[in-house]
């Protein structure tokens, strides 16, 4: 029986723009919330200031940061792994990184049957 997989991960990039983040904000979480605008993207806010709600799922973390996902979008999400990358461009109104010139964003792959298998134990 092999290990389960990460529900989330994140690439370099997005890991050195938590850092900094981390660095002047303090203690960050995430959330990916769906639908249409900025709920698309994966949002970056420092803790304390965007409340986990009873219906949220945690997925992991990534550089030290929570990452959470509300329950309709881990119902869609939950057969993929979230990669959080970085590339350049303007983030979510209220995420962290606006302003940096760079912004998250969310990529996927699907999980294999064994990791699928994994995930279920």
Known sequence: MSAAPPRVTATPAALALIARLRATHGE????????????????????GDFLIGDGDVRLGAIGGAEFYISGPQYEVWKHTQLIIDVVPGRGGMFSLENGSGQRFLLRSRVFDAAESAALTV
């Open 28 to 47: 960050v979480l995430f959330h990916q919330s769906g639908g249409c605008c900025d709920g698309s993207a994966p949002m970056c806010y420092p803790v």
